[in-house]
């Protein structure tokens, strides 16, 4: 039969009373995870009355707007937003696939990107050292502050956001920044390179890399592409 509406309740109820063994369901997700948190009594106990059996297709959850609203991207809305926003990807990929749409129709507004760690709990190696270098870059960003009247956008992860990450004063303290007119310590800028995991080599070649050579510093970022 079909039952829906609801958010599938009206035919989770239905198969929970039945009993019988050979009715099963189809539903969605938010059914047995969101639906216990919105009603205050469901009539069923989403985890101990049913057992997830497969999972049988993807549906994309599509933003919509009145046709006759000004905002016609998630841009646009960033943009009358001002300050940061935050769109959240499922994954990696959909996350550099937004990233790489979004900087199209917006390349004025600045994107932040957080992404998650390139490896699994317990694995026998880390995460990469590019991965590792953008977490952080992300992070300093983040510990910096955004004008209210700037749009900005932080794009991340559902994993990324379940990882722990350092407080803020750690990020803070392990910050360097270093601009046109500043005046550079090199014993100090050498002692950062050292504590946060640089390879001293003679000729800079590979990311994590730096070279000092009197006043000359050549330095390879993780993060960066050369």
């Known amino acids: ?120 709990p317990y694995d026998r190696i880390g995460p990469s050292a590019g991965v590792a270098a953008e977490r952080m870059t992300a992070l300093a960003r983040l510990a910096q502050g955004f004008d209210a009247k700037k749009p900005a956008l932080l794009v991340t992860t559902v994993p990324a956001l379940l990882q722990r990450v350092p407080p803020k004063s750690a990020v803070e303290g392990a910050a360097y920044s270093a601009k046109v007119g500043n005046v550079v310590e090199i014993g100090d800028l050498e002692r950062y390179f050292a504590i946060n995991g640089y390879s001293r080599a003679s000729t800079v070649s590979e990311r994590g890399e730096f070279a000092i050579r009197g006043g000359v510093i050549d330095v390879f970022p993780p993060s960066a592409d050369e």
């Not at 001002?82 to 990807?89: D, E, Y």
């Open 1 to 120: 039969d079909n039952k829906g509406a609801a958010g599938h309740v009206i035919v989770t109820l239905f198969v929970e009373r039945e009993k019988d063994p050979h009715t099963t369901r189809l539903a969605t997700s938010p059914t047995n995870a969101a639906a216990p948190h919105l009603y205050a009594k469901l009539g069923y106990d989403a985890i101990a009355d049913f057992t997830p059996v497969v999972s049988l297709a993807e549906i994309p959850n599509v933003m919509v707007v009145p046709a006759k609203s000004q905002f016609k991207t998630l841009a646009d809305i960033v943009k009358a937003r001002g300050g940061l926003s935050v769109f959240v990807a499922r994954d990696g990929s959909r996350l550099s696939a937004f990233v790489d749409a979004f900087r199209f129709f917006a390349s004025s507004v600045e994107v932040v990107r957080f992404p998650s760690w390139d490896c699994l």
